[in-house]
């Protein structure tokens, strides 16, 4: 398996702005991409994925796009609220080898 | 909750001794897998489980093992802990080998 690459590591963001966070991957057979959601102390909670058939996917305030000729992958947020504040994980999978990016604090600031 | 848990949620130990952590679940999922998270490096896989008795090792497996003789427990064993084991570990579940399901994760200190 292959490692994911995922930048920024910390974002600081105004209540109402938007958010992206982008992961690059090298493993072409990759099929899957979830993202999770960790607030502090509690475990990884999917928010959302995307199949490698599929450009974009929404739902409400988040969406995720995928771009299978560049391998990389974004997770948008739109409108955040303090409440977003969390440590973001995207994922690659392929062949039950489900690998994690290092990991992105973000601050939504009142 | 999410129909998986982990016990103990909290261990401290000391370098040598052996540990036992284990991963309960509720759903009959076939797929199980533990990972580690320390700062840095996200989530890696230590090892992983297809079936009863059917495991895998990961990206991280090097000082663990594991066994899972019924379909709802998966159980990781730190032959002899070590300092650079201190770490927090999380087990996940899914039925489909993807959307996985995390449980509230055990936060072992080797002194």
């Known amino acids: 398996g292959e490692n994911v690459e995922q930048h920024p590591s910390t974002l600081s963001v105004q209540e109402g702005d938007s958010a992206v966070i982008k992961c690059t991957y090298s493993?072409?057979?990759?099929?899957?991409f979830p993202w999770y959601k960790q607030e502090l102390g509690k475990r990884p909670q999917l928010i959302i994925d995307?199949?490698?058939?599929?450009g974009e996917k929404k739902d409400q305030r988040i969406a995720v796009t995928l771009n299978k000729t560049a391998k990389h992958f974004s997770l948008h947020i739109t409108e955040t609220q303090p409440e977003d504040s969390a440590v973001y994980f995207c994922?690659?999978?392929?062949?039950?080898?489900?690998?994690f990016g290092a990991g992105t604090r973000l601050t939504v600031k009142p | 909750d999410a129909g998986i848990t982990q016990s103990p949620r909290h261990k401290v130990t000391e370098t040598g001794t052996p540990v036992t952590l284990r991963c309960h679940q509720t759903?009959?999922?076939?797929?199980m897998y533990w990972y580690r998270q320390d700062p840095g490096h996200g989530l890696r896989l230590i090892h992983y489980?297809?079936?009863?008795?059917?495991?895998d090792k990961g990206e991280v497996s090097d000082g663990y093992s594991v066994s899972r003789s019924k379909t709802e427990d998966f159980l990781l064993t730190l032959e002899s802990a070590t300092s650079s084991q201190t770490s927090v570990y999380f087990c996940?579940?899914?039925?489909?080998?993807?959307?996985?399901?995390f449980g509230s994760g055990t936060r072992l200190t080797v002194v």
């Open positions: 994922a690659q999978y392929n062949n039950n080898d489900m690998r």
């Open positions: 493993d072409s057979a990759s099929n899957y």
């Open positions: 995307i199949r490698s058939n599929v």
């Open positions: 759903e009959n999922h076939r797929y």
């Open positions: 489980s297809y079936g009863v008795k059917d495991t």
């Open positions: 996940a579940i899914t039925g489909t080998a993807y959307g996985y399901t």
